[in-house]
């Protein structure tokens, strides 16, 4: 699978209308960086490039893939089956 940071990344800043100025603010992490990923550029610390996704309000993979992961798995929860009182109790060991 390819990285593929250099089409994602600024295909998400413009749909999201900001730059990466604005995100390198955000982020903590150099526009010089940003630049760098946009123009093809491995990133070398994956920590930087979830900070860079969760910005983004997107998952790590699908910024570094345009994919979605194909080992996450979706919960579905029915809110039917939630409804009621629950009594909850947190016992120390």
């Known amino acids: ?3 593929r940071l250099d089409k994602t990344l600024p ?7 900001i730059s990466i100025s ?22 070398q610390n994956i920590t930087h490039v979830k900070t860079v996704a969760t910005a983004l309000e997107v998952p790590l993979h699908y910024l570094l893939f345009e994919t ?4 996450s798995q979706e919960v579905q929860i029915d809110t039917l089956a939630l409804e009621g009182q629950y009594e909850v109790s947190i016992k120390r060991r």
Not at 11 to 17: E, M
Not at 22 to 43: D, M, Q
Not at 68 to 71: G, K, N, Q
């Open 1 to 3: 699978m390819e990285i």
């Open 22 to 43: 604005y995100l390198a603010k955000k982020t903590k992490i150099s526009p010089s960086t940003l630049y760098e990923w946009k123009n093809g550029r491995i990133p």
């Open 11 to 17: 295909r998400l800043i413009k749909s999201k209308n």
């Open 68 to 71: 979605s992961d194909p080992f």
